[in-house]
């Protein structure tokens, strides 16, 4: 009994690695690819490196690398609907504590942001919204961490259970974050490094709200609201700054 539950568990968390395993070579070439591409000291590379697309560009390819992988797992049952909350939302059940979680998560998020950058006083929009390159940037990162978690959740589990999975998979998505080059060197740059930490502040908030509905729609409507709240925040400061430096406002 105990070898058929253990064999039952192995299926998806060989699936969780095999993931973890894609993103990181993916990551790590492309990496190596920019250090390559360095080397050679030409107009046409310093162009190339310097494109700004290529933000929008990975984050475009590793949304379709998730969805794409997420779907074949479930496709052919490595990874099952029920275990990742892929299911229909009980919306009677949920208007009880969601709208209360989401709305104070929210809050709490902006809060939290606006104190990290008051300080600052920047001219430039530095908010998720504009950070992520295009109208449909953040929407796409915000789906992408939520696919990660997801696909994390489903291998970890049927092993771990329904709680610590969840958190387990909460960790491992913050320790995949930090064995990317890109990444740890955001760590280093005060406005980059708080993109990172919204990321794993709403990480926590959306893995409790998960904990308790076991649902994969109330994980993603939680993430979106905070983050959409937090870029909404920064727009407003940055509205307000800009009013306070203005010539009119100067006499």
């Not at 969601?98 to 902006?110: D, K, M, N, T």
């Amino acid at each position: 009994m105990m070898s058929e539950l253990f064999g039952a568990a192995l299926q998806p968390l060989l699936a969780g690695l095999v993931y973890l395993l894609a993103w990181l070579a993916a990551v790590l070439l492309a990496d190596a690819a920019g250090q390559r591409l360095a080397l050679h000291d030409t107009p046409r590379t310093q162009r190339l490196l310097a494109w700004r697309g290529w933000g929008s560009l990975a984050r475009i390819m590793g949304l379709a690398f998730s969805l794409g992988y997420l779907y074949l797992a479930l496709a052919h049952g490595y990874l099952e609907p029920f275990t990742i909350g892929l299911v229909p939302p009980n919306w009677q059940e949920l208007a009880n504590w969601l709208p209360a979680v989401a709305g104070l998560s929210s809050l709490w998020a902006a809060l939290l942001w606006g104190l990290y950058w008051a300080p600052y006083r920047h001219p430039e929009d530095h908010s998720p919204w504009q950070a992520y390159g295009t109208p449909l940037g953040l929407p796409a990162h915000v789906l992408s961490l939520e696919m990660q978690a997801t696909i994390l959740r489903g291998a970890l589990i049927p092993i771990l259970g329904a709680y610590w999975g969840a958190w387990a998979a909460c960790l491992g998505r913050a320790l995949a974050a930090l064995a990317n080059p890109a990444i740890r060197g955001r760590l280093k740059d005060s406005q980059a490094r708080a993109f990172l930490i919204l990321d794993l502040a709403v990480d926590v908030v959306a893995t409790g709200c998960f904990i308790v509905s076991g649902n994969l729609w109330v994980s993603l409507l939680v993430r979106t609201a905070t983050h959409f709240t937090a870029s909404a925040v920064h727009r407003l400061m940055l509205w307000k700054s800009r009013r306070s430096v203005s010539p009119t406002s100067t006499g």
